[in-house]
């Protein structure tokens, strides 16, 4: 799918993990966290990422619900320590953006790593 613009969503957002997953990667974090992503068996597609020592950390997000009743879905919340969201096959890059979208969201704190961020 391309938007208008001729600028694929996709992309993007497959841009946005990347980017952010790059900045989080000092020598130490990768070794013991990191993002997992799955397919499902219902089918559909799932997300983890690990929050913990990134400035995202301690950010929460109750959990979000889209349902149009024909095969198009998609959950997604955090706990502080983790994201977490799974999506229908064709919403990965929605999926992928609403994860952009938490966090690189508004300035949170210091700035440095591992502080805690405010409540989207």
Known sequence: MVAPDGRDPGTNA?????RWYRSQCDGDWEHEYGVRLASLDNPGWHIEVD??????EG???PKRRTDDGQGKWLVAWSDGEMFRASCDPGSLPEMLGLFQEFVFHEARGSGSRG????VC
């Open 115 to 118: 502080a805690a961020g405010a």
């Open 59 to 61: 950010r929460l997000m």
């Open 14 to 18: 497959l841009a946005g993990l990347v």
């Open 51 to 56: 929050l913990l020592e990134t400035d995202a």
